[in-house]
């Protein structure tokens, strides 16, 4: 299961990448997440159902430091081998 998540508020300059990638990789998810210009985060994420379900709920909370506004979500197609952090887009 592939999912593409766009996490919009405070998401960026509180550490939000480096603990999705953490919570990822915990999961054992694949994928990648990175900025956007428009000061929001953007994901991708795949694996166990249970667990991409477990990172969308994850991310509607996030680290601390953020305020999470919106999580938007949609199906999309695998695309990694790992997780990783990406250049901001």
């Given at each position: 299961m592939a999912k593409r998540l766009v996490i919009t508020g405070l998401v960026q300059g509180v550490g939000y990448r480096a603990a999705f990638e953490r919570q990822a990789v915990a999961l054992?998810?694949?994928?990648?997440v990175r900025n956007r210009r428009d000061g929001s985060v953007?994901?991708?994420?795949?694996g166990d159902a249970a667990a991409v379900e477990a990172i969308v709920v994850w991310a509607r909370k996030g680290?601390?430091?953020?305020?999470v506004d919106g999580v938007a979500v949609e199906n999309t197609a695998a695309s990694a081998d790992s997780f990783s952090i990406l250049p901001t887009a």
């Open positions: 054992g998810l694949r994928g990648w953007e994901a991708e994420v795949d680290p601390p430091a953020s305020r």
